[in-house]
């Protein structure tokens, strides 16, 4: 089995060569290419990788290399952990919107906008190459923002599923608090990636019984500080939602308190210097604690598993992907692409059935999925007009002055990653 990771050079890469390792028997892994333009950085993690592999006596090969087509070839999978521009796109993603009163995020609102136009054209030339490759390869996409990503590979006809941390970080975390195995607890996880709640924590299945409300009950405190939401909030709504909730719940509150300190992106920044330092180390052999505070806790599980599914018979019957619709939510068009627990085999991910949402969430679904809507086609046509009606119709966006200014700073700090600008 042959699996490529383009942007193998992310320091998020040795979390995932750690879970690659510890489920060997899960994922049978004969040779791993990493892909990445940055040689530098290339050479730094793949060496930590291979030491990785050497620790846990992985008999898989790892090869480095700054040519897609290379690295592709003859791939079964192909994971995307992209992020075009770097860091210092992502610095701009979360600064600029505040100019206008408005959350500055990687994944959502205007910058959300921009990450989307910047990333779709470049994945979907990453995913052409890979089907020219082999046809029947998966691609397993975790760039984000997951949604639009995965909707634009879908709707170009390439085999893809997404995939996001979120729901497996609930699981991990419900399963501490009950104090049982994760494999237990199964999720009723509803929405859009980053715009999802936990209708309903189940132990044994998909139909054991619901052990939310004793969840919220005994853990309410610790729950909603995690969220950084009020107790009063997550009690009255009764569910737990995803903490990207909390820029629609709490917008402006978090607007003031995103203007009072530095971006995620310049401590992210901060913190990759310091990694790529420690894994130049040739004595270093297993991921750093420290990467624990960089993000995408458990994403190398979940890849393991979600991997494990689409090329054999490894991984869990039930997972939560991203996904087309088709009917799982009847509000929406079946070519929406939802997050979801579904069934996941060698033919893909087939949603199971969710019951009559809310309006509520339903609501903000629907909204959210016209914005997407509207999204791709300006990352797939571009255009200052198609920029501005995605800006315009984000709810947490919504007024016709603040999508005019930041169409104007949105298209100046990303001109260079914008062929029609």
Request: glycine share 10%.
């Amino acid at each position: 089995m042959k699996l490529a990771v383009v942007g193998g050079g992310s320091t998020y890469t040795p979390e995932l060569i750690d879970g690659f390792a510890r489920l060997r028997d899960t994922l049978p892994i004969e040779e791993l290419v990493l892909v990445d333009p940055a040689a530098d950085r290339l050479d730094l993690v793949g060496g930590l990788a291979r030491r990785i592999f050497a620790k846990q006596d992985h008999a898989g090969r790892i090869t480095t290399t700054t040519d897609i087509d290379a690295g592709v070839a003859d791939a079964d999978a192909v994971l995307l952990q992209l992020r075009v521009g770097g860091q210092a796109a992502r610095n701009q993603d979360e600064t600029w919107p505040l100019e206008c009163g408005c959350v500055g995020q990687e994944t959502t609102g205007a910058g959300g906008l921009a990450k989307a136009l910047r990333t779709v054209p470049v994945v979907l030339d990453i995913a052409e190459r890979v089907r020219r490759a082999n046809p029947d390869a998966w691609i397993i996409d975790f760039t984000n923002p997951v949604g639009i990503v995965t909707r634009a590979l879908l709707q170009a006809g390439h085999k893809a599923v997404g995939l996001c941390n979120v729901a497996i970080g609930f699981q991990r975390k419900f399963a501490r608090l009950l104090d049982v195995n994760p494999s237990e607890v199964h999720l009723d996880h509803v929405g859009l990636n980053h715009l999802t709640w936990e209708l309903g924590v189940r132990l044994g299945g998909p139909d054991g019984e619901n052990v939310l409300p004793k969840l919220l009950a005994e853990h309410g405190d610790a729950i909603a500080d995690d969220l950084h939401m009020p107790r009063q909030v997550v009690d009255r709504l009764g569910v737990v939602p995803s903490y990207y909730l909390r820029y629609f719940y709490s917008h402006d509150e978090v607007v003031r308190e995103l203007g009072t300190k530095p971006s995620r992106a310049a401590e992210v920044a901060a913190m990759e210097k310091e990694l790529l330092a420690m894994y130049g180390d040739p004595t270093l052999d297993t991921k750093p604690e420290l990467l624990a505070k960089r993000g995408g806790a458990f994403y190398s599980e979940a890849a393991v598993d979600l991997a494990a599914s689409l090329l054999g018979d490894g991984g869990s019957p039930v997972q939560v992907v991203n996904t087309y619709n088709n009917g799982t939510l009847p509000f929406l068009p079946d070519d929406a692409v939802i997050e979801v627990q579904a069934r996941v085999g060698r033919d893909g991910a087939t949603p199971l059935a969710v019951p009559a949402l809310d309006p509520l969430y339903a609501g903000l679904i629907a909204n959210v999925t016209a914005y997407e809507d509207l999204a791709l086609e300006a990352a797939l046509r571009g255009g200052r007009d198609r920029v501005f009606k995605a800006l315009l119709a984000h709810p947490l966006i919504g007024q016709y002055d603040y999508a005019e200014g930041l169409t104007d700073r949105l298209i100046a700090h990303n001109r260079e990653h914008l062929s029609w600008a």
